[in-house]
């Protein structure tokens, strides 16, 4: 079976959904070597799949797409060449690593959508007017021209029944995101002094980042942690950038607060082993994978109490309602209390391992492309009786 998984977007730099797609990848080629896996990427997004996020060192063929970096061009893509390159390679299904814009009647195999989450109805100000509508649109066409949605989370596929029609909704199951990290020795110069606290998030308004760096001014005054702690936070910048170092230089902690982007996996996973904390303060979550990879790093964490924290984490993690007020406070004791507890088990995430969700994945690229092509037949042999 070919299988061609679409991975071209905006991003720059390595993202959450480009690190979900090289996993899937990871996961297929544990599971299944005879699967031939093709893998769709825009030319600025090569070089870093392959040299940070570790591509190379996988089995599969990629196809570098030779286009502007600009939201009609990749749109445009989607709908009239990616059908064509489907075609040309001669897949037997194509795989959307989050929802595009595509015309199911121009592609002559099956389509499969990762849903990653509902943000586009639930967090609208995370892309702002009119490009919400736009991605509202998108998200939309994949859920109907897709044989199957797959959504990364059991709370992910009850946002998709509340926004969808139960006969759209019926074709969607849930596969969680696998995960997958392995820790290295990093040169000096890549080297993060201890100790610090984590937070791996882009600066966006449903991270609370800025909770997160008031409760940090409190533990220091509160000497919670030596006065040499740092808080580290990993993610790209966005519309909450400029308030955040607004705000950390008015705490005065601008010297305590580190912010870092473009890192690899074996240098986030360094970080997720050596911290003394991991916190995760988002208000909504589709998945929550920097969470999943604490936990496989057998950090200590406290998240905010939300659907997709506790479905992915359990128990492992010191919970904190996030939404009454005296917050601040709430944060701060749950890192009291996370700093006393025991590390999370080896196998706290074992439900997420390349193989467990690799044997999922594969066997619904086979259910899935069975049941197209038994449709398929009828179809022919209802027109030849005819």
Not at 135 to 145: G, M
Request: aromatic share 6%; charged share 25%.
């Amino acid at each position: 079976m070919r299988v061609l998984i679409s991975g071209l977007w905006a991003a720059e730099q390595p993202s959450g959904i480009c690190r979900t797609v090289v996993n899937l990848i990871r996961c297929l080629n544990l599971v299944d070597r005879s699967l031939e896996v093709t893998l769709a990427l825009g030319a600025w997004q090569r070089a870093y799949f392959e040299d940070t996020l570790g591509l190379g060192e996988l089995k599969v063929e990629v196809v570098e797409i030779a286009i502007s970096n600009r939201s009609y061009s990749r749109s445009a893509w989607y709908a009239r060449e990616l059908p064509r390159l489907a075609r040309r390679l001669s897949a037997d299904l194509v795989h959307l690593s989050f929802p595009a814009p595509v015309v199911r009647r121009e592609f002559h195999c099956p389509v499969i959508t990762t849903l990653h989450d509902l943000y586009p109805y639930d967090r609208p100000r995370n892309f702002g007017f009119p490009r919400v509508l736009f991605n509202r649109l998108f998200l939309r066409q994949a859920v109907h021209q897709s044989e199957r949605i797959i959504c990364v989370s059991e709370f992910t596929l009850e946002r998709l029944r509340e926004h969808f029609p139960a006969t759209l909704a019926e074709k969607a199951v849930c596969i969680h995101n696998p995960i997958h990290l392995s820790a290295d020795t990093l040169p000096p110069e890549r080297q993060i002094p201890q100790p610090y606290l984590l937070a791996v998030a882009q600066h966006r308004a449903n991270k609370n980042l800025a909770l997160l760096l008031e409760s940090f001014c409190l533990s220091k005054q509160m000497n919670m942690f030596t006065p040499e702690t740092r808080l580290v936070i990993v993610g790209s910048e966005g519309p909450e950038t400029a308030h955040l170092r607004n705000l950390a230089e008015r705490l005065s902690i601008t010297n305590d607060v580190l912010y870092l982007s473009r890192l690899g996996d074996r240098d986030l996973a360094v970080l997720y082993r050596d911290c003394e904390l991991f916190i995760s303060l988002s208000d909504i979550e589709g998945f929550g994978l920097p969470l999943a990879e604490a936990l496989l790093s057998q950090a200590r964490v406290v998240a905010s109490d939300i659907p997709a924290h506790r479905e992915i984490a359990g128990d492992q993690c010191e919970y904190v309602n996030i939404d009454r007020s005296g917050a601040t406070n709430s944060v701060t004791k749950a890192m009291q209390a996370a700093i006393r507890r025991a590390r999370p088990a080896s196998d706290a995430v074992s439900h997420l391992s390349p193989s467990v969700v690799g044997s999922k994945y594969v066997a619904e690229y086979r259910r899935v492309s069975e049941a197209v092509g038994k449709v398929e037949c009828t179809a022919h042999a209802e027109v030849a009786s005819v």
